[in-house]
């Protein structure tokens, strides 16, 4: 996979498992966690595209990119989650995100 990776100009990969129908709690830790280290990824790799996935890229995928977005990109228009969902399902319309995860893990972490 990673040869496939590199041949499209995919250099840094990382791997934040989050496995498919996970106990809501769980679920929470593991986004929670791999949206630090989007976070860190995008800080070091400076403006370079990032590609983040799942099988189905209709849950777990949007879920993380929505808790991202919300955590770390502060955006004067986002006024909740809603808004950030809203995007991120008119640039991928089979977006099914988990929004009780996010909505619970951005109300523990509002500091961030």
Known sequence: MRS??????????ENSPIPEFNQIDNLT???LEAAKVLDTMRQQLDK??????CTAG???S???VILYLCLYCQVEFWKSP?????????HH???YPNMKSIVRIIGRNRTL
């Open 93 to 95: 319309p089979v977006s």
């Open 29 to 31: 830790d593991k986004l």
């Open 82 to 90: 809603v808004d950030v969902y809203q995007l991120v399902k008119k």
């Open 4 to 13: 496939l990776y590199h041949k499209y100009g995919i250099h840094c990969v």
């Open 48 to 53: 370079q595209k990032i590609f983040i996935h």
């Open 62 to 64: 949007p879920s993380l």
């Open 58 to 60: 209709m849950t777990r």
